[in-house]
């Protein structure tokens, strides 16, 4: 595993990159939009073109290739892979920072997510709503100061939110006992869009959009799968937004509970799994393709119910070499699955897990849709947070 990393000081509780930007929110519920390529530009400029590639504009290093891997990669990149890590320090972040009084008043933070111009935030008894600003924009604030009122931050519904998820121009929120919701038109350019949250589920941990169907978590190991209506994509995404949501043509209006062969297939596979006496599985997780399945000393298989954007019929996978930890979560990146644990995170590349994190995180996750982001992992812990590229 090839990386580099830029590490933060300074006590955040969730990091998302977006416009260029890495938005970051502290634990004094302030937001800071770190400008990762002044920066860059700054601190070394013989080496920002391929610096601005690596940590902001990943789809300029293979330009053709819509995978690529560490072998696509010119000689002046790996020679940068190989010089270390960038340190930042707290004086450094601010000089290089807007930093917006949007007076997050929570204990804990669970998720963030930007979509369409907007940044949503789940913290441990309500969901907040914030614009997201453009490089354009945060130019007429200047980097190095403090700003107020111009990302709004309004209450959009009264929960406890554990995971968003953001796809087809809708806005889904899994709030546990308190149900899974979606709302459509998130991909509005009204400036005054709220979400209109409606019920798809009484009980929902975690939810993801696989080959336009929408699975959920219902229980410890029930699956809940919906059908989404959808209708052809109204008007283009502005150029700005290009880089940073999915391209999909279609647009969701609409959720319906599967009760049929699929849901059965999907158990019947998932009861493949179980039936194996050396290990009973636990959790259920999702990713791009795969439902996971999470054994109480971190081992893994899957069931594979997609391929290519395509519902296929699901099949228990192989199983992943086990963890030996307690898995919290499983997420993906355009770099591997990533697994976050109670002391680190890590990631499986090359074909085995390695670490990515090195302590407890509040928060880590990948870019796998995103043009920009598509090699980058952003975490964060107690003290610091990290944002790391992979290939």
């Not at 899974?180 to 941990?205: E, I, M, Q």
Request: glycine share 8%; aromatic share 10%; with cysteine.
């Amino acid at each position: 595993m090839n990386k580099k990393s830029i590490v933060i000081e300074g006590n955040f509780v969730e990091a998302y990159l977006y416009f260029d930007h890495l938005w970051l929110i502290s634990a004094h519920g302030e937001t800071w939009a770190f400008d990762i390529s002044l920066y860059l530009s700054e601190s070394d400029p013989s080496t920002f073109e391929v610096a601005r590639a690596v940590f902001a504009n990943n789809d300029q290093l293979a330009p053709g290739q819509q995978f690529f891997s560490y072998d696509h990669l010119g000689q002046p990149t790996r020679d940068y892979l190989d010089t270390g890590d960038l340190h930042i320090t707290s004086a450094e972040l601010e000089q290089y920072s807007v930093i917006f009084d949007t007076r997050i008043s929570a204990r804990s933070v669970m998720d963030m997510r930007c979509y369409y111009g907007r940044a949503f935030v789940a913290t441990e008894n309500q969901v907040i709503q914030l614009r997201v600003l453009n490089r354009a924009d945060l130019d007429h604030v200047g980097r190095g100061f403090r700003a107020n009122g111009q990302l709004g931050g309004w209450k959009v519904h009264e929960a406890r939110c554990l995971q968003f998820r953001c796809g087809f121009g809708a806005l889904n929120i899994s709030c546990g006992d308190d149900g899974g919701l979606y709302s459509t038109g998130a991909s509005s350019d009204d400036v005054n869009w709220r979400p209109a949250f409606k019920s798809f589920a009484g009980k929902s941990t975690a939810s993801e959009y696989i080959a336009e169907r929408l699975v959920s978590v219902g229980g410890d190991l029930k699956v809940d799968l919906f059908h989404s209506l959808m209708k052809a994509r109204g008007s283009a995404s502005p150029e700005e937004m290009l880089g940073e949501e999915e391209k999909a043509e279609k647009e969701l209006i609409g959720l319906e509970r599967d009760q049929g062969d699929e849901v059965d297939a999907i158990y019947k596979s998932m009861d493949e799994i179980a039936g194996d006496k050396e290990w009973q599985p636990r959790r259920v997780f999702f990713s791009k393709s795969k439902i996971w399945l999470c054994g109480p000393k971190g081992q893994l298989a899957s069931v594979n119910v997609a391929e290519r954007s395509q519902w296929i019929n699901p099949t228990a996978s192989t199983r992943m070499p086990g963890l030996d930890s307690t898995v919290l979560r499983i997420s993906t990146s355009g770099a591997g699955l990533l697994a976050e644990l109670d002391e680190s995170a890590v990631l499986y590349a090359d074909r085995r897990w390695q670490t990515i994190f090195d302590g407890a995180v509040y928060s880590v996750r990948g870019y796998p849709q995103s043009k920009r982001y598509t090699k980058m992992i952003t975490a964060v812990g107690e003290d610091r947070a990290q944002l790391t590229f992979v290939a």
